[in-house]
Structure formats: C-alpha cells, structure tokens
C-alpha cells in the first residue's frame, strides 16, 4: 500500500481571494509568533515552537509557487524538531492550500507533502494540523477569529 501524505479538507463561507488572504496570515490562525510574510511567491517565514532543553524549534518556509485564489505552497527549507530523532524531518516537505470554488463557497484541500504515516512525527503532527486546519484557519476565515497558539 502506498503511502498517502496528510491531507485535509475545508469548505469555507469566503471568496476564493478572502480565504488565500486568511491563508497568508499565519499569525491569526497557526501561530501568533510567526516572522516574515508568506503573501506572494518567495516570501520567506520562520514558525517558532519555543525550547527543548534549551534547543529552539523552528520551521523555516518559502513560498514556493503561487497562483493567485488558486493555489500556495509553502515549502520547508530548514527546521529544528527536537523532539523527535530526525529534528530535521520536515526539510524539504511541502505544506499545499490548493482553492477553488464550490458552489457558494470556497473549497481548501490542504496537503503535507512528505507528512506520510510511518515518519516520526505523524500522529502528532496530523493531531496538529488537524487542530490549526480544519478548526482554527476554518473559524479564521467563516468567523474573523482563529485560535493560534
């Protein structure tokens, strides 16, 4: 059997370009720390996740490809996961918000590329952006207000 990477789907009550912008403002719906901008392509970000034993945790993306109320993809270029064996598993991953229009509403099928189970991190990440994605980014866009951390 393959493996299948994460994948998750929203329907949200927004237009195709209000959704991609909620998407682009991570601090309002993943992280209120975030730095750098993730709005246009090759924009760069770095999403903090505090200390272990004084190691920092961190993922660094670029905005890979973009295609205005269409599609981003946020590629891993560095991370630091301590938590974890491998601190460096999400490298060269790919976090995918591909948009489109369903009737009156705005569909998201959001994909981790390389976030496959039977890597480390699976269950606990899944857990995560099931969190961040199906509640959080879903309450930002319908609602006006996410829940990051």
């Known amino acids: 059997m393959k493996n299948k990477n994460y994948h998750r789907t929203i329907t949200v009550n927004a237009s195709p370009s209000e959704a991609m ?4 403002q991570v601090n309002n719906w ?9 709005e246009k392509l090759n924009d760069k970000f770095k999403v903090p996740f505090g200390e272990l034993n004084g190691e920092k945790s961190f993922v660094d993306f ?4 973009f295609e205005p109320n269409k599609k981003t993809v946020w590629k891993v270029t560095d991370c630091n996961l301590p938590w974890f064996k491998d601190k460096k598993e999400w490298n060269n991953t790919e976090v995918v918000f591909e948009i489109s229009s369903e009737r009156n509403n705005t569909k998201i099928d959001f994909t981790h590329i390389g976030l496959v189970p039977g890597v480390e991190c699976y269950d606990v990440c899944e857990k995560g ?20 951390q």
Do not use: C, Q, R
């Not at 670029?62 to 490809?65: D, H, I, L, M, T």
């Open 62 to 65: 670029v905005v890979s490809e």
């Open 30 to 38: 993943w992280k209120h720390d975030f730095y750098g901008s993730a």
């Open 129 to 148: 952006w099931d969190g961040h994605v199906t509640n959080s980014l879903l309450s930002f866009i319908n609602e006006g207000k996410g829940n990051p």
């Open 21 to 24: 912008k909620k998407i682009s």
